[in-house]
């Protein structure tokens, strides 16, 4: 029986959220596609599955430190930022 390839991790909440900030210390604003996108190739890269993807960034995007607007989603805190700064 030949071995098949040993399967990818699925990425855990700490590191779809790591991803999504990073992203979106990039860009300021993404729309929800975009960063799905984004995070799922970044992910990639660094070796994880995108099975699970999906749901960890709903979860993750559901956090406080995450809003929604107009221009799409963008981290509160950048937000703060560029009002004190």
């Known amino acids: 029986m030949p071995r098949s390839k040993p399967s990818k991790p699925s990425p855990k909440k700490d590191d779809v959220r790591n ?7 990039a ?3 993404l729309h ?10 970044e992910l ?7 099975a699970g993807l999906a749901l960890r960034l709903k979860e ?12 799409g989603i963008f981290l509160k805190e950048d937000v703060a930022a560029d009002a004190t700064g």
């Open 19 to 25: 991803a999504a900030r990073n992203a979106l210390h």
């Open 60 to 71: 993750v995007l559901s956090e406080e430190s995450f809003a929604e607007g107009p221009d």
């Open 27 to 29: 860009r300021h604003a």
């Open 44 to 50: 990639q890269g660094q070796g994880f599955s995108r």
């Open 32 to 41: 929800a596609e975009e960063l799905r996108s984004i995070v799922g190739a």
